[in-house]
């Protein structure tokens, strides 16, 4: 069982940064792939970024990559998502989730989910 909880969103202009943080609780964090996901008013969840236990790969999806890095700190049991040249339509609630599968994108194959963070880019 991992619980998930999310920090660090708010208000940003566009062009601007915001760090997100996930801290979970449970023994088996780095036995997980970690995620973030994220949902826009009216649009689907769409995946964003996930690492995998090592905290060496990463994959992103094609509309963030090159300005967000997701990272994790498996001794804090945390992981982040560093979010850099924000852009409105980056403007969701953010999830952080866990899976069980190192190759995890679909929300599909996430089994434990963040209450979720607002993270608002003005422009």
């Known amino acids: 069982q991992v619980q998930l909880v999310e920090s660090g969103g708010g208000l940003v202009q566009a062009g601007g940064s915001l760090r997100l943080s996930c801290a979970a609780s449970g023994r088996t964090f780095r036995d997980y792939t970690m995620g973030w996901f994220r949902q826009a008013p009216g649009k689907e969840r769409e995946f964003v970024a996930q690492v995998a236990w090592s905290g060496i790969n990463a994959y992103y999806a094609d509309s963030v990559k090159g300005r967000f890095t997701i990272s994790r700190d498996n001794a804090k049991i945390t992981v982040y998502l560093q979010m850099n040249s924000l852009k409105p339509e980056d403007t969701a609630v953010y999830y952080c989730?866990?899976?069980?599968?190192?190759?995890?994108?679909?929300?599909?194959?996430?089994?434990?989910w963040g209450q979720g963070t607002q993270v608002t880019v003005s422009s």
């Open positions: 989730a866990a899976s069980g599968s190192i190759r995890a994108r679909s929300s599909d194959e996430y089994a434990y």
